[in-house]
């Protein structure tokens, strides 16, 4: 089993790409999926406790790797059966399957066992399933102990991740030689379970990857409070916001920080100031950051319109990307780098619903605006207008309460100012964000996490 961080996630092209590289280097498809069978039985076996195992065979590669991981299980004395739900419809399942020499039942006939193995489609799955075969699925594995999919659960769509009917959750998903969309993103990656990465021997590259932990300078001798890193906060109608996103930024290892036009409050160390050009105009500010707390009245308005006239390098969240709708050309204007993290609701009234996965739709807003885009929830992806993206692999969906935001606004911002490039920045934000939460564990409020950040920051 491979740890999930910083691996490259692979579309089904993408992974056909990679297998037909291999294949071409002198392997087979044979020889790809007898690796790929052999690594399933390892998996399921050590998943099993010698419980019986059921596996279901669909008629593509997916039902092949089925058929030999079954072969395996069944070479170590456990009890294995196989239904299918087609013939084999590719020359390498044909293969696999007359290499299983135990009867094979139709998926109607089969009869429920405690370990559930879903080799029924993989990567090409095309249509939703067959209505009689997704009831037979979610029977067998609502009586399975243990429900095991191969590479992804029958019933999600690899690239955009999408459920076509109602599939079952999988306890595990044995993605198969690289992670696919469908295992991180929403609403398909709960779908998965818990995902475990097997290899197969297939060499794989792409320019999305899982975050991983970031390394960040620590200060030294020459360090100060500046060049750690200055963020200036424009505050605005609601200063819990504001105080959140400052602390969150102190926390994550800025060294100054100050919150314009507050209205007082949070930690001794922050400094209050108001709201004028002077303050704005400091050219030690290593990043200004505008949104959490700010409102979207007139005042706000003007906020942001001097915020963005600046040279300085901006982080966009909130109830500033509310408005920014009607300020998007200004973006192509600026030289300093711009991060924007709206969540979908955001997303969609400043793009669109757009087309693809989400993943798609972060790296087509990130090329249209010449920003870093994070699109936050609980499968972040972080995309540059280069078409590298990163996404999160690391999730509590107890960051689902107010304020969570703001905080990573704060920690990003804390990661821009101490001189990160802004893609580097804004995912070390969303890794420290998301390590705070999983030290916090559940029910945890956004001040803990803030909170939390200086235990993650010294952990790297
Ligand atoms: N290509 C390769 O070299 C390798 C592929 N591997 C496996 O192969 C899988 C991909 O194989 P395939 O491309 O054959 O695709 P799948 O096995 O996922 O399924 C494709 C087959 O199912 C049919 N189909 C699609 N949706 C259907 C639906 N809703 N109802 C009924 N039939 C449907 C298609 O017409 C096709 O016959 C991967 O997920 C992985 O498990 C592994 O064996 C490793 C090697
Ligand atoms: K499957």
Known sequence: MTPIAGQPVLTANEMRAAEQQAIDAGGSVEALM???GREVARAVARLASRA????????GNNGGDGYVAARFLAGIGLDVRVAASAAPATAAARAARAGWSGPVTPVADAQPAAILVDALFGTGLKRPLDPALADCLRTLAGKARRTIAVDLPSGVTTDDARTLGDVPIFDVTLA???FKPAHLLQPAARHCGETRLLDIGVDVRSDLHVIEKPSLRTPDADSHKYNRGMVTIVGGAMTGAS????????RAGAGY???LGGQGGGPHALVHKSFDDDALDDDRIGALLIGPGLGRDDGAARRLDRALATAHRLVLDGDALHLLKDRMAVLESRAAPVILTPHAGEFAAL????????????RAAARETGAIVVFKGADTVVAAPDGRARIVGDTNDWLSTAGTGDVLAGVISAMLAGGMPPFEAATAGVWLHA?????LGAAFIADDLAAMLTESRASL
């Open 435 to 439: 390590d705070a939460a999983r030290r």
């Open 351 to 362: 793009f669109g619903e757009g087309e693809g996965s989400k993943i798609d739709r972060a």
């Open 34 to 36: 007898e690796r790929a």
């Open 176 to 178: 198969l030689g690289a």
């Open 257 to 259: 920080v100050a919150l």
């Open 243 to 250: 105080l959140l996103a400052a602390e969150a930024a102190m």
């Open 52 to 59: 019986p195992v059921l596996v279901l065979c669909g008629p």
